[in-house]
């Protein structure tokens, strides 16, 4: 579960650095789709 | 981020193009810009604002454009308006300009119209490529949050905002934003509509449909088995049924008085059996006709009309044509007519030949036409075999039955004969064998309705089997969404946790430092806290248990802001350059940009506050008045400052050969 938090976080961080946040909800899905399974 | 040079261009009061660069100095870091009152501080933090945001604070917020310099362009020239920052930020060296152009639409017009606009943001990378930011407007907002903008870019005279008693909602948003904590925040968020997501997958794909389904299934095997109990009594009576019935004939076959006409009966039986097979066979055949020729019967009106048309068209000559086509090629290759005419090109003889081709017909096509007509008399013939075919098989068919109702009748007629027989025993056994013939009947009719009931049942049950494995796949389907609704809700609630805790341990350190930097400045009873509310207040202590008091002073409130924003502003400093793992609290490097901040403070206060400039950020630009500009805070930036700048205000009413309000940046001092 922690590496679980640590994607969703760093998928996070990174589309905030990338100054785009568009598509975050499809990406922390796929994340929890990929791990739960 | 830290800020290298700023360039202004006809922005706003600023004529021409001008610029400062500003102070990196560890020991002198403060850049002092000052000047009159109207010089255009405030429109200096408005060119920040204007280049990151695209926004501006003052009245008037449409006239970007330089009036000078829009009265100076000619009727439908442009003027160019652009801010240009210069900055380093996470290793990086950037260059962000906003630019607008602006066409003068008519001799007085001194706003213009907006013709052009645009915005970049370059930088060199580590290995000193120059690369442009694809989406500028966001990457600028990401590099300095939009709502950390009264932060970073603050105007003294109402920064003691912050510690009004409304004010914890920006005290709270301050906090989070400069740790970094949005991260954190923006996850809560997004997880909780993917839990949204999730659970509109299980009421799409969940349902109590399984279970009812199972439940038919059961219901339906129940019923198969009673009618299968069924079906085996049956067969079993049947089968006693025709024991029964074969002794009784194997008795009267025994009989002197009835042995004859029992033998004879068998015999009948035997031929009426062949004959019924004979029919049965004679059905086939007519089945078999139809089924492969009967088509013609409906095709013959087409087939009709296609050879009246073909013997219309051989009535007109056009089949076969006159002239070949292939002859007519042929002419026009030798270039001469049979006629001896030549027939070169561009001759009229030439395309008048060459017209035939149209009328020539195709031999293919003649060929073809040829063939459908024999075919067509083909299948009339056809028609007529199997007319012929199936009038015979009926004709057989008629006397077969004509035969079998012979042997029927006389069957009959045996039966009633024994029937009549004087011997009791004769009459009894007929009487009886009659009724088992029935029965027999009966319990034939019986075993074949059940084993069609037992046929749809199996059907019934193969469907509801297909069912059941669908609805357990979609259950499936559902099943996996709530463990992932599970997963993501205990992800979105540890997240909060993190949040909470990570806000709380901010929150008590931003309440140490905070006091620390207070209490250097006022030095007095008063001691500045942020509540457990987000509230940023200030203390007097009285001496005793509830001798607490909130202090009202502004200049008070106003350097327990400042206090407020320097702090987060260090931790936010220290954060980013710590070593820690640092995925969702990152933290970062902040300019400070105070416009007026000794507004409402005395001259102590003044003097403490400018020489701990230094100290509250890795960067500071102060923007004073000349009425703050007072001895107390000269002396003291001639300590800190490493660059100092004049805002030289030149006003019409004051100087005649002014014709627009203007100002120019003048370099005082550099370390």
């Known amino acids: 579960m922690q590496r679980l938090m640590r994607k969703v976080l760093e998928a996070e961080r990174d589309k905030l650095h990338m100054g785009n946040p568009l598509g975050i909800n499809d990406d922390l899905q796929s994340i929890i789709e990929d791990e739960v399974n | ?671």
């Open chain 2, 1 to 671: 981020m830290e800020l290298n040079r700023l360039e202004l261009e006809n922005f706003r009061q600023f004529f021409g193009t001008q610029s400062m660069e500003f102070s990196q100095e560890a020991k002198q870091n403060v850049t002092v810009v000052h000047g009159a009152n109207g010089s255009g501080k405030t429109t200096l933090l408005n060119a920040f604002i204007w280049l990151f945001y695209d926004e501006i604070t003052l009245t008037h917020p449409n006239r970007i454009a330089n009036e000078r310099a829009m009265a100076e362009a000619r009727p439908n020239g442009q003027v160019k308006v652009s801010v240009t920052l210069e900055f380093d930020h996470e290793g990086r060296q950037y260059t962000a300009e906003r630019r607008k152009t602006y066409r003068k639409t008519g001799s007085n017009d001194l706003s213009g119209q907006l013709a052009d606009e645009s915005v970049s943001l370059q930088y060199i990378d580590t290995d000193g490529n120059h690369k442009k930011r694809s989406n500028p407007n966001s990457a600028l907002k990401q590099i300095m949050p939009r709502r950390l903008r009264k932060i970073f870019f603050f105007d003294g005279e109402t920064i003691d905002e912050l510690s009004a008693d409304d004010g914890q909602e920006q005290v709270q948003a301050a906090i989070r934003n400069i740790m970094g904590l949005e991260i954190l925040e923006r996850a809560i968020r997004h997880l909780d509509t993917v839990e949204g997501r999730f659970e509109k997958e299980i009421e799409r794909h969940g349902s109590n449909e399984l279970q009812e389904l199972v439940q038919r299934k059961q219901e339906l095997q129940q019923r198969q088995d009673t009618k299968e109990s069924e079906l085996a009594d049956t067969q079993e009576s049947r089968r006693q049924t025709k024991n029964e019935l074969a002794q009784v004939e194997d008795r009267l076959g025994e009989l002197e008085n009835s042995q004859e006409l029992q033998q004879e009966r068998e015999h009948l039986r035997d031929d009426l059996q062949d004959v019924e097979a004979e029919i049965e066979d004679i059905n086939d055949d007519i089945r078999s006709d139809i089924s492969d020729r009967g088509h013609l019967p409906f095709a013959m009106p087409a087939v009709e009309e296609t050879a009246r048309m073909l013997q219309e068209k051989r009535r007109r000559g056009e089949i076969p044509s006159e002239i070949k086509q292939q002859f007519v090629e042929d002419l026009l290759e030798m270039e001469e007519c049979i006629c001896g005419r030549p027939l070169t090109a561009g001759t009229d003889a030439r395309d008048h030949v060459a017209g035939w081709r149209e009328r020539a017909g195709s031999s293919d096509l003649e060929e073809s036409a040829m063939r459908i007509a024999g075919r067509l008399t083909e299948i009339g013939t056809e028609q007529e075999a199997l007319f012929e075919d199936i009038d015979r098989l009926l004709e057989r068919r008629s006397r077969k039955d004509e035969q079998k109702r012979s042997l029927q009748e006389r069957i009959d007629e045996i039966s009633t004969s024994l029937t009549e027989e004087a011997a009791e025993d004769i009459n009894e056994l007929e009487s009886r064998r009659i009724d088992l013939e029935s029965d027999l009947e009966a319990l034939t009719k019986k075993i074949g309705d059940l084993e069609g009931d037992i046929r749809d049942l199996e059907s019934d049950i193969e469907e509801v089997v297909e069912e059941i494995e669908d609805a357990r796949e979609e259950n499936e389907i559902a099943e996996l969404a709530r463990r992932r609704a599970q997963v993501a809700a205990y992800l979105r609630n540890e997240i909060e946790s993190l949040f909470e805790k990570y806000q709380n341990d901010v929150r008590q350190n931003v309440n140490n430092r905070v006091n620390d930097i207070f209490q250097r400045i006022i030095e007095k009873d008063f001691y500045a806290e942020i509540t457990d509310e987000y509230t940023l207040r200030i203390l007097k202590d009285v001496g005793s248990a509830e001798g607490q008091i909130v202090a009202k002073s502004t200049g008070e409130r106003q350097v327990a802001s400042l206090a407020f924003i320097s702090t987060l502003i260090s931790l936010a400093k220290e954060r980013y350059e710590s070593d820690e793992d640092a995925t969702y609290f990152t933290g970062g490097i902040y300019p400070m940009l105070m416009d007026s901040p000794f507004g409402y403070l005395d001259p102590t206060y003044q003097r403490r506050v400018s020489s701990m400039l230094p100290e509250m950020a890795s960067q500071v630009i102060v923007l004073v008045t000349q009425s703050q500009w007072s001895e107390e805070v000269a002396g003291e930036m001639d300590a800190v400052a490493g660059v100092r700048y004049r805002l030289e205000y030149h006003d019409p009413r004051e100087d005649p050969n002014v014709e627009y309000e203007y100002t120019e940046i003048v370099k005082e001092v550099s370390v």
